[in-house]
Each structure stands twice: as structure tokens, then as C-alpha cells.
Nanobody, 113 residues
Framework: VQVVESGGGLVQPGGSLRLSCATS????????MRWFRQAPGKEREFVAY????????IYDDSVKGRFTVSRDDAKNTVFLQMNRLKPEDTALYYC???????WGQGTQVTVSS
């Protein structure tokens, strides 16, 4: 099983990034997926959820209206589109396969001028 996040980087406040989480080794289309993040000195926190059929999404209040989670089952990949980024969005972002509790290594997002 592989879960590999990418797409992080340094962006100015108000900017955008699109994170990707490429997976392999399991039946991607059968599983709900989640995004989490962890800032330095803080606990890991939930960011977004998408159901296995893509019909249901849930967001933490802190990102609602700015972030959009989506998935492409043909590519076994889940995405996190992040718009209007704020300095407080700075964190290591992780992808999670919900029921299997598989995690990637994370991708760093830094929002700073």
C-alpha cells in the first residue's frame, strides 16, 4: 500500500495550492478519504472528508468555503484545492484512507509573505 501526498509549497496569503494524494495497493474507489493537517507544536487536526462515491463532503469550519476536496477514481487520487490561503493554514498536510487507517508522509504547506 502506498499513500503519497504532493503539491505543497510556499505561497503568499490569499494564494492557492492544489494538493494531491496518489494511492495504490488497495481498491481506492471503495474507501472514504480524509485530509488532516498538523502545525508545529499542535495536534493533528481534521481538514476535509470525501465519501467513497464522491457524493458527500465534510469540512472543518476553519476551511469551509475556501477548500474543496475531490477525487478521481480512475487515477486512485484524492485532491485538496486550497484557495484564499491564510498564514494559519501553514502545516504538514496528510492524506488518510479512512477505514484502513493508512497515512501518507505528508506535504508541507507554508503561507507567508
Amino acid at each position: 500500500v502506498q499513500v503519497v501526498e504532493s503539491g505543497g509549497g510556499l505561497v503568499q496569503p490569499g494564494g492557492s495550492l492544489r494538493l494531491s494524494c496518489a494511492t495504490s495497493g488497495f481498491i481506492f474507489s471503495a474507501y472514504d478519504m480524509r485530509w488532516f493537517r498538523q502545525a508545529p507544536g499542535k495536534e493533528r487536526e481534521f481538514v476535509a472528508y470525501i465519501s467513497s462515491d464522491g457524493e458527500s463532503t465534510i469540512y472543518d469550519d476553519s476551511v469551509k468555503g475556501r477548500f474543496t476536496v475531490s477525487r478521481d477514481d480512475a487515477k486512485n487520487t484524492v485532491f485538496l484545492q486550497m484557495n484564499r490561503l491564510k498564514p494559519e493554514d501553514t502545516a504538514l498536510y496528510y492524506c488518510n484512507v479512512y477505514a484502513l487507517d493508512y497515512w501518507g508522509q505528508g506535504t508541507q504547506v507554508t503561507v507567508s509573505s
